[in-house]
């Protein structure tokens, strides 16, 4: 049974190095589980950090790591944490899990209002992404 316990270990250490898996794998008590990672760092080497997924709409911002990410514009997906990943833009509140507020278009210089497409109770809604 220890040799089964070293070879688990080797496949979590492999599997910590991998940064395409959203997870890793940890053992307690000779049991393997899933740990959630999505609080973890985005991967990413030198200038790589310093540009953003994709061309930001709503302006950028560093996240805890040090990484460029964009704002979610209205009616996106975001997380109510301020400091952590999927920030509204700056003149938009987090509520039900979606940007809203009002804001200046960067388009068309007008001002715009958005509220929560489907808001109901305090449940949390999952990124379209």
Do not use: W
Not at 13 to 18: D, Q, R, S
Not at 20 to 38: H, K, Q, V, Y
Not at 43 to 56: D, V
């Amino acid at each position: 049974m220890k040799s089964l316990s070293g070879l688990a270990i080797f496949i979590a250490l492999i599997v910590a190095e991998v940064v395409s898996f959203p997870f890793l794998l940890e053992i307690e008590e000779g049991f393997i589980r899933e740990i959630d990672t999505a609080h973890k760092c985005r991967q990413c080497t030198g200038e790589e950090c310093l540009i953003p997924p994709e061309p930001c709409r709503y302006g950028s911002y560093f996240d805890r790591c040090g990484h460029v990410n964009c704002y979610q514009g209205p009616r996106n997906f975001c997380n109510p944490d301020p400091t952590g990943a999927f920030r509204c833009a700056k003149q938009l509140s987090c509520l039900c899990n979606e940007c809203q507020g009002c804001l200046k278009d960067p388009e068309d210089g007008e001002y715009h209002c958005y509220t929560a497409s489907s808001c109901s109770g305090m449940g949390h809604r999952r990124p379209d992404k």
